[in-house]
């Protein structure tokens, strides 16, 4: 097992319970060895499955970073979404590029799921609730 307990993501904006709209911005610090990649990610709370925001890893300039986030459709008005920003290494994030690549094309966007535990090396998570 590798030590991870240098590095760490924060979210620093939304906070916990903040009411948002139908997409807002993201934002946080990191402190992450190069070889990984950060991705945000969110769903409505209570949906098995997870999609990628920003269409693609983002940049982390000087341990700040920040990325759009949609949160779903009309209809989850009022509903509370959870989002993940993580670490993950080379696979996961040739993965999901290819995710992003591939709903572009068919718009199709169906959810993804969260790499296993071995394969975080950071992350932080914020519940918010989309005004109704």
């Given amino acids: 097992?590798?030590?991870?307990?240098?590095?760490?993501?924060?979210?620093?904006?939304?906070?916990?319970g903040e009411i948002v709209g139908s997409d807002g911005v993201?934002?946080?610090?990191?402190?992450?060895?190069q070889q990984c990649h950060l991705w945000v990610l969110a769903r409505r709370k209570g949906i098995s499955g997870w999609w990628p925001q920003g269409s693609g890893p983002l940049a982390?300039?000087?341990g700040q970073w920040s990325v759009n986030v949609h949160y779903g459709e009309p209809r989850?008005?009022?509903?509370?979404?959870?989002?993940?920003?993580?670490?993950t290494?080379?696979?996961i994030n040739d993965l999901w590029i290819t995710w992003v690549r591939e709903s572009k094309s068919t718009g199709e966007y169906p959810p993804?799921?969260?790499?296993?535990?071995?394969?975080?090396?950071?992350?932080?998570h914020r519940t918010v609730r989309r005004s109704g």
């Fill in 1 to 16: 097992m590798h030590d991870h307990g240098h590095w760490r993501i924060d979210i620093s904006s939304p906070r916990n």
């Fill in 26 to 33: 993201v934002k946080g610090c990191a402190d992450l060895p």
């Fill in 60 to 62: 982390n300039d000087y």
């Fill in 76 to 87: 989850d008005e009022g509903h509370e979404f959870e989002l993940v920003a993580l670490a």
């Fill in 89 to 91: 290494g080379g696979a």
């Fill in 112 to 124: 993804v799921q969260l790499p296993t535990p071995q394969f975080v090396f950071a992350e932080a």
